[in-house]
């Protein structure tokens, strides 16, 4: 082995990332034990501002109907939870497989397009399941929501208690996993390949890459991922609503992709941190204008972007003795 070779930087284990983010997760529920609901939410946002990640930021597909993932997989919890079985891990299981589910079916479709176009269509698949769900009322509630289910306890042992501390520590070690699952997903050679089509799809295409075929895959992963985050939703809250289809959704997690950083997957979990953080702080203060907040916020990162930032802030921290 040469010097150089010797010399060269090691990559992180894939588990390290996963590992403090449920750390850091583990020590705010120790820390604040009054505040697990709201834990209980950012671990969700995080989870669905991922998935997102991986469809806006690795695979560059711009999108404003990933709400439609998220809701597939609350949805398909929910009503297994309420027909079938209330067993959480099945129902986890249930709304995964309806995220990717659609996404597959949808994506076979709406991959066939580029740009703005794409961009609408997914704003349209949304609407049209939106519809659907509104529709279906014996199934989903219409406009009064999906409730009136219960979950048995976690691993047949841990209730869902009103304190929402089996709710913080499930949704924290899920969002450990799917992070866990992601990274390795995206240093991988299947990974780098869908980066390359996002910097450059002509040369992967003569390269011989199949496209779409690897575009299709990433964007399935991502329905994944997001309805496991939808089936985490209606699992602790006991209630699916339209709004997990909305527009406001997507907007809002476009939100906190942008705030946190996109493509590199941590932005997202920074991204989801301080949005729900900034909607809890500044809602709490004036519940009336605490968009203005998150705005202030978005205007000063669209300013100095997150990319920036950290650069600035590694120059001067490697500056210093």
Known sequence: MSTGDSLAPRAAPPWRAPLVVLA??????WLLPDQLGLLTRIAIAALFVLSLDLVVGVAGLATLGH???FGAGAYAAGIFALHAHGDPLAGLAAGTAAGALLALVSGAFLLRYRGFTFLMLTVAVAQILAGLAQKARDWTGGDDGLSGFTMNPLLGRFAFDLEGRTAALYALVVLAAG????RRIVDSPFGLAVRGIHENRARMAALGTPVTARLLAMYVFAGALAGAAGALSAQTNAIVALDSLSFALSAEALVMLILGGAGRLHGALVGALL????HHTAASINPYHWLFVVGAALMAVVLVPPATLWRRLQARLGARP
């Open 275 to 278: 949005f729900t953080l900034l």
């Open 67 to 69: 709400a439609a993932l």
């Open 24 to 29: 850091l997760g583990l020590g705010a529920a």
């Open 179 to 182: 992070y866990y699952v992601a």
